[in-house]
């Protein structure tokens, strides 16, 4: 009798536990529209649909999805399956799969599917539906994987922590979905150094800039080698030869100006009325520069510069401003630039050595000699 | 201004020698109050020197005579140790933690060593008005 009762126990144990694993909660399904991400972070999708039953779901999906193989027949979705998942489902649970995923949400997923008695074949009745919100082709999947490869690539360690955490689920949701992309493979390798200075304000000065919030930052000048508390009004962070910079008004200047992240120490968001500058002079600001910090007093004005042919090959071929205008001769190359004369400009042209001969303005070509 | 906020000074004040380290900003918290330098090496010392906080750094109310001793550093060692700089072309941001002071007008000295040298970082008659601050989000 004992040993009756404990099987009754036991039986019930594993009544209770397969009935857990029905309450299985899916969380953070993508839902991609017209190629823009919505993650569902938050709202967990609540459905008392089990894993291998969701699991079949995504694989009948994707097989009424195959515009290369159209009105499939309940076989051929078995098949599918079984290549899919190991495991061959019968005709019955496929059938009864379909009753599920044609009911309305949140039990199903309102899927329009149909039998096709001319084709012999199931189909969705809206060629563009999908249980995952997907409404895309294979190309555009394909062009969405290559997106997400590079920006796994450019975006891992370049911007803040929590960007990283997103963008990691991405990829994980994307590998889920995608379980052929290989996105451990790097194809796609960028200039970038972890552990620079001033990076760890990235988030801070990032949520400054967009919500227009003033901050207070302590400031140390390679140049003048002196410390300046500031407050600054952010509007934008720009990246230039691998730094990062923050423009923003500055109070004590009574201007914009450029901040190396480097040079940043403890910024702290203000409750403090926030000085806008128009979209128009940010645009500018940076416009006719190469790099961030213009040369004090110097005006736009013609910089012609001439380059031996080895040299000149580099400044065609990557061109440093718009305004870039050029004329070979058997010796090199003559390069005209309509600039404001930068920091970073001086700075390019020293590394040419001299490879590289400013012509005019007479008072560049000083500087440089010097 | 309610007195249970975080208020920001911005100072950019020197100390009492040219040697002293620039006395940056001032946060009264109702926690606590933080004091930011930036120093910078001198040329004078080898390899820039050193750097260090006298443990009985004090800062002093002038209106009330209260004095409020240091309680916390960060980027600067508490004497006997010593930040040796490596050249003179060397910089140091730090902060200075001590207890907090009233949220309303008043004058402070900040005093590492009462009748110091020119060596120590004193800085005396900072006036801290209340509409000058800024609240700290």
């Not at chain 1, 779901?57 to 027949?73: A, C, F, G, Q, T």
């Not at chain 1, 949140?106 to 189909?123: E, M, S, T």
């Not at chain 1, 150094?193 to 930052?217: D, Q």
Request: hydrophobic residues 35%.
């Amino acid at each position: 009798m004992i040993l009756g009762f404990l099987i009754f126990i036991l039986l019930f144990l594993v009544r209770v536990l397969l009935n857990y694993d029905a309450k299985i909660y899916y969380h953070s399904v993508i839902c991609i529209r017209n190629k823009i991400f919505f993650i569902y972070l938050s709202k967990f999708l609540k459905m008392a649909i089990s894993k291998s039953a969701y699991r079949r779901y995504k694989v009948i999906d994707s097989v009424l999805r195959n515009k290369s193989r159209k009105y499939p027949s309940i076989e051929e979705i078995q098949t599918a399956c079984e290549n899919a998942l190991d495991l061959k489902p019968s005709l019955d649970t496929l059938e009864k799969d379909f009753r599920n995923m044609k009911m309305p949400e949140p039990d199903g997923f309102d899927a329009p599917i149909a039998y096709c008695r001319q084709n012999r074949g199931y189909h969705y009745k809206d060629p563009n539906f999908s249980i995952n919100g997907v409404s895309l082709s294979y190309k555009d999947v394909d062009s969405i994987k290559e997106a997400l490869e590079i920006l796994q690539s450019i975006g891992s360690s370049r911007v803040s922590e929590s960007f990283n955490y997103a963008l990691n689920k991405i990829l994980v949701s994307y590998k889920e979905e995608f379980p052929d992309g290989n996105s451990m493979r790097k194809i796609i390798e960028t200039e970038s150094i972890s552990g620079s200075r001033g990076f760890e304000h990235f988030e801070i000065l990032f949520l400054a800039c967009k919500n227009k919030t003033p901050l207070s930052f302590t400031h140390y000048s390679y140049q003048k080698r002196r410390f300046k508390s500031v407050i600054v009004h952010p509007v934008l962070l720009k990246e230039f030869d691998n730094f990062w910079y923050l423009l923003g008004y500055s109070e004590g200047h009574n201007a914009l100006r450029t901040f190396g992240f480097d040079r940043i120490y403890e910024p702290m968001l203000l409750n403090r009325k926030f000085i806008p500058t128009s979209a128009d002079i940010v645009n500018n600001y940076y416009k006719d520069i190469y790099g961030v910090y213009p040369i004090e007093n110097q005006p736009k004005q013609e910089i012609v510069f001439f380059t031996s042919t080895i040299v000149s090959n580099y400044f065609e071929a990557y061109p440093i401003h718009g305004s870039q205008t050029s004329k070979k001769n058997d010796g090199g190359c003559v390069f005209k630039l309509q600039l404001v004369p930068s920091v970073e400009l001086l700075k390019l042209f020293r590394s040419y050595g001299s490879e590289l001969i400013v012509m005019q303005p007479e008072w560049l070509f000083e500087e440089l000699k010097n | 201004m309610k007195k249970n906020k975080t208020i920001l000074f911005t100072i950019n004040k020197k100390g009492h020698s040219i040697g002293n380290p620039d006395l940056l900003r001032i946060i009264l918290s109702p926690e606590y109050t933080k004091i930011d330098f930036g120093y910078t090496a001198k040329e004078k010392y080898i390899s820039g020197g050193w750097i260090r906080m006298e443990k009985t750094t004090f800062i002093e109310i002038i209106e009330t005579g209260e004095r409020l001793v240091l309680t916390q550093a960060t980027g600067i060692p508490i004497r006997p140790e010593h930040h040796y700089f490596e050249s003179k072309k060397d910089w140091r941001y730090f902060s200075l933690y001590f207890p907090a002071i009233p949220q309303t007008n008043s004058t402070i000295n900040i005093i590492e060593i009462e009748n110091g040298t020119k060596n120590d970082f004193n800085y005396y008659t900072i006036s801290l008005k209340m509409v000058d601050g800024v609240e700290v989000l």
